[in-house]
């Protein structure tokens, strides 16, 4: 069983930057497509963005696109999300999740293999 911990989230002005960090346990990490949602207050957890096993190929919602930047550590059992010009609109709880295909996690949150960690909360002030 996989078991997940996310970190690095913070208050930050509009503008500003953040790194996000997703611990994980168990041996599939490195064979498994890895991705970051987001939920805000009252909203379905929606996909931000999805990573493929060795980090070649990367997706990432329109919202995000251009500003945000997952990566991976796979001799860490690390994800990353560096995420830029932050908006009010990206105030959220972010968690990461994995599946067997990138495409998998793009679909939504219904083909994760892993319990939801707590996530990490990102309040943008504008």
């Known amino acids: 069983q996989v078991q997940l911990v996310e970190s690095g989230g913070g208050l930050v002005q509009a503008g500003g930057s953040l790194r996000l960090s997703c611990a994980a346990s168990?041996?599939?990490?490195?064979?498994?497509?890895m991705g970051w949602f987001r939920q805000s207050p009252g909203k379905e957890r929606d996909f931000v963005a999805a990573?493929?096993?060795?980090?070649?190929?990367?997706y990432y919602a329109d919202s995000v696109k251009g500003r945000f930047t997952i990566s991976r550590d796979n001799a860490k059992n690390t994800v990353y999300l560096q995420m830029n010009s932050l908006k009010p609109e990206d105030t959220a709880i972010y968690y990461c999740?994995?599946?067997?295909?990138?495409?998998?996690?793009?679909?939504?949150?219904?083909?994760?293999?892993?319990?939801w960690g707590q996530g990490t909360q990102v309040t943008v002030s504008s």
């Open positions: 168990g041996r599939t990490f490195s064979s498994s497509a």
């Open positions: 990573i493929n096993w060795n980090g070649g190929s990367t």
């Open positions: 999740n994995g599946a067997s295909s990138t495409l998998t996690i793009r679909r939504g949150v219904d083909g994760v293999f892993a319990s």
